[in-house]
């Protein structure tokens, strides 16, 4: 396999560091969020550590905060929002390719951010830096953000105010859009910013995400629908030992 060139790694790596940067900031809000919700600083910096996906991570504290009686209730609503991370797993293991300790770390890595990243690269080899350097960047800053929220949230006021909420959606909609190649997929993606938009009044924090995934899945579907090509590792054949 062909070694990146620098330039180009630098460049995946610009990407990867501004996408976490614009995601990590927003845990400030989820930090606050969740020690005005009841829970304490430690149990906070818990649920962001082991838990590290922002949508459950929102629904369990929302619904702590809305007085859910009883822990089921929220992690079953928590859960199933996480389940999407399973379908991009899907996607992220044949460009991956690894197993043990390192296959458990990439699993906990694998959120929107990260499988955005990698799979829009050209390269396989760029898709794995992609991947790598976003979940690892998301993961410190979201982290990090996170205690700050926790423990000077009250004093700082609510962080929307600062359009950290936009941002993080701002960087997604920005990796998604070279994607968009075919009147279908835009139309699949209006379609599912619609229902999304429709849902979201209505909904804990993070199911909007879930019902879009799920509508764009169902339009893709469709017998008549066009594909748009997948990226050029989705289909290559490439092996080394070193990468595994």
Known sequence: MTALAPARRRQVVRQSLSVGVATGAYGVSFGALSVAAGLSVLQTQALSLLLFSGGSQFAFVGLVAGGVSGAPAAIATSTLLGLRNGLYGLQVSKMLRVSGLRRALAAHLTIDESTAVGVAQPEERAGRLGFWATGLAVF??????????????????????????????????????????????????????????????????????????????LAALWPEAHRDPPPPHHWADEREGSDR
């Open 140 to 217: 410190v800053l979201w982290n990090l953000m996170t205690l700050v929220g926790a423990v000077i949230g009250d004093a700082m006021g609510d962080p929307r105010t600062y359009g950290l909420d936009a941002a993080a959606a701002a960087a997604f909609c920005g990796l998604l859009w070279p994607r968009l190649k075919s009147r279908d997929a835009f139309a699949i993606a209006g379609l599912a910013a619609l229902v999304a938009v429709l849902v979201a009044p209505r909904a804990p924090a993070g199911v909007p995400v879930l019902v879009a995934a799920l509508t764009a899945l």
